[in-house]
């Protein structure tokens, strides 16, 4: 039973697109993230959310915005996506904040901007 | 702007010798490290963090060591095993709960 998981694992469209990526997580935890892996592998946080309040906003385009339904979901949509998108995009779920929290990842979404 | 660097983007070692992965930071406020492994189309996976009240901490096959004084940290698996190919990611983390990651050091463990 996956313990974070996100939907679609791909996604190829074409620029100026809308899209979302979803992500779920089973574990009970209270805080969840969005990553950005690019092409040099950098692995940058993008998003947190604790107990549904976004704690960590990065500087990140404003067409990226993430919602949290729930605390076991924080799904991320795109506007008017760019060829600079393109990218892995992780989910992540940690039990808390700060050290001693592990995050657990999921498995990736990779977008692909035509 | 990366505060954390793996300089060393491949690592090749034979299996049953020593794999040495290396990290270095430049934030002096960073108390947290970890290491986190990843295989092809997986997410990364927790492995082994230390605090910097501590200069080693160990879990069976794997040791990190940490030295703040040159801010720098490394990885050892000892012995090598071909299921440990993977990219290994370090992380640091300080104050607040962001966790800042490294590019990656690709492993491959020949049998």
């Known amino acids: 039973d996956t313990a974070v998981s996100q939907t679609p694992k791909y996604l190829v469209t074409q620029m100026g697109n809308d899209k979302s990526i979803k992500c779920e997580q089973n574990?009970?935890?209270?805080?969840m993230y969005w990553y950005k892996q690019d092409s040099k592998k950098f692995l940058k946080i993008m998003f947190s959310?604790?107990?549904?309040?976004?704690?960590i906003n990065e500087t990140v385009p404003n067409r990226f915005s993430p919602k949290s339904p729930d605390k076991a979901h924080l799904n991320l949509h795109i506007n008017s996506l760019e060829l600079g998108d393109s990218a892995v995009y992780f989910c992540?779920?940690?039990?808390?904040?700060?050290?001693?929290?592990?995050?657990?990842f999921g498995p990736g979404t990779r977008l692909t901007v035509l | 702007d990366q505060q954390v660097k793996q300089n060393s983007p491949s690592l090749s070692v034979q299996e049953g010798r020593i794999s040495i992965l290396n990290c270095d930071y430049t934030?002096?406020?960073?108390?947290?490290f970890l290491w986190y492994k990843k295989y092809p189309a997986e997410g990364p996976t927790f492995l082994i963090s230390?605090?910097?009240?501590?200069d080693k901490n160990e879990d069976g096959r794997f040791t990190v060591f940490l030295n703040k004084s040159a801010k720098h940290l490394s990885l050892h698996i000892v012995p090598s095993q071909p299921g440990d190919s993977a990219v290994y990611f370090c992380?640091?983390?300080?104050?607040?709960?962001?966790?800042?990651f490294g590019t990656g050091t690709s492993l491959t463990v020949i049998p």
């Open positions: 992540a779920s940690s039990q808390g904040t700060g050290r001693g929290n592990e995050q657990f």
């Open positions: 574990l009970g935890h209270d805080t």
């Open positions: 959310y604790n107990n549904k309040e976004l704690i």
């Open positions: 934030n002096s406020m960073f108390d947290y």
């Open positions: 230390i605090s910097s009240i501590k």
């Open positions: 992380a640091a983390s300080g104050l607040g709960n962001q966790f800042y």
